[in-house]
């Protein structure tokens, strides 16, 4: 497994552990990597949702799964990329998502694979490799 960045949907179904085929692929990709990174706007979409649903436990459960993960930060180069991404996006008429185009360009600048279940928001970009732990 090439080193990758996971999708807000993959980290999300990794900590409800609930899909086999995830689990299985991030057990493989843990043991031959050692851990997980994930763009500073994924862990910023996980929180959210956890703390607007008032989820204690979860949220420390989060807390403690983050503190073993690479978070990757939003950098000039990364916002640069997103930029890009946002005209190329814009002129070919596929979703504007600042969320999307923040992580695809923090895969793209950390040269990752960026492993989601939502391809169709992602295989528009060129250059970018993806991968769906969601299928077995």
């Not at 910023?44 to 436990?57: D, I, N, T």
């Not at 690479?70 to 990364?78: E, M, T």
Request: charged share 25%.
């Amino acid at each position: 497994m090439d080193p990758s960045l996971l999708d807000t949907d993959i980290l999300t179904e990794i900590f409800k552990l609930r899909n086999q085929s995830v689990a299985a692929k991030a057990a493989a990709y843990l043991q031959q990597h050692g851990r997980f990174a994930v763009s500073a706007m994924t862990r910023f979409e996980v929180l959210r949702g956890l703390r607007h649903k008032r989820a204690s436990k979860s949220l420390e459960r989060f807390e403690l799964m983050c503190a073993r993960i690479l978070i990757v930060p939003i950098s000039d180069n990364v916002l640069d990329k997103a930029a890009d991404l946002w005209v190329e996006a814009r002129d070919g008429g596929h979703s504007q998502r600042d969320a999307d185009l923040i992580i695809a360009a923090s895969a793209l600048v950390q040269n990752r694979t960026l492993v989601t279940g939502n391809t169709p928001h992602f295989q528009w970009m060129s250059g970018l490799s993806l991968d769906n732990w969601r299928v077995p």
